[in-house]
């Protein structure tokens, strides 16, 4: 099976503007976890989706939202960026909630000028 | 919510070497505790994983021991090679999707000295 996909693999941007970032999950793989990974603070927990619903949202600001489409499927947008958002997004899927193992895709880097 | 703490933050051991990483969480809710490993540039890696119905694991090389009342896990890594050079983290999470996903400690470098 292929493992999970996340396009683009790097981004620039700059202060204010807006970013979507994909993810495809593992073929059979419903739910969907998006993590924020920085030097400072490490793997930080974004939100997850499964059936197209957000279960979980971790503490970070409204500017950070996502969707997950019918297809598993999920993209992520950060609005009005800051420079504090450059980090690595990693996507991570799993068969549901409840199936705990986490398989992660090669992330997604983001840099903020 | 869940709090992860990781030791050390790095480590340095001799190749054939092992090497102990230990954790501690908060939540005794947490039932899930998974090990990734990440080499510089690439994706982290599940390597190991323990459910709170099992006291240890174990994978060839790799264990991984849990401690429910005092709330503390540890990885071990015996016969280190010089490949078992990267970032561990450990994390914690409640079975059945916790409402903060995974929660990780902030990871251990570990550097195998040939």
């Known amino acids: 099976k292929a493992g999970v996909t996340q396009t683009p693999r790097y981004l620039i941007k700059t202060r204010g503007q807006q970013v979507t970032l994909s993810c495809s999950p593992i073929?059979?793989?419903?739910?969907v976890s998006w993590y924020q990974q920085t030097p400072g603070q490490g793997l930080q927990f974004l939100f997850e989706y499964f059936s197209e619903t957000q279960r979980n949202k971790g503490n970070f600001p409204g500017r950070f939202s996502g969707r997950q489409f019918s297809n598993s499927r999920s993209e992520m947008n950060v609005s009005t960026l800051e420079l504090g958002d450059s980090a690595l997004y990693l996507c991570?899927?799993?068969?549901?909630?409840?199936?705990?193992?986490?398989?992660f895709g090669p992330g997604t880097r983001l840099l903020v000028l | 919510g869940e709090n992860v703490e990781q030791h050390p933050s790095t480590l340095s051991v001799q190749e054939g070497d092992s090497a102990v990483i230990k954790c501690t969480y908060s939540?005794?809710?947490?039932?899930?505790f998974p090990w990734y490993k990440q080499e510089l540039g690439k994706r982290p890696q599940l390597i190991i994983d323990?459910?709170?119905?099992?006291g240890e694991k174990k994978d060839q090389r790799i264990a991984v021991t849990l401690n429910k009342t005092a709330k503390h896990f540890s990885l071990h890594i015996t016969e280190t090679q010089p490949e078992d050079s990267a970032v561990y983290f450990c994390?914690?999470?409640?079975?059945?999707?916790?409402?903060?996903?995974?929660?990780f400690g902030k990871g251990t470098h570990l550097i195998i000295q040939p």
């Open positions: 939540d005794s809710a947490s039932n899930y």
């Open positions: 991570a899927s799993s068969l549901s909630p409840g199936e705990e193992t986490q398989y």
């Open positions: 073929s059979g793989h419903r739910s």
């Open positions: 994390a914690a999470s409640m079975a059945g999707g916790g409402a903060d996903g995974l929660t």
């Open positions: 323990i459910r709170s119905n099992v």
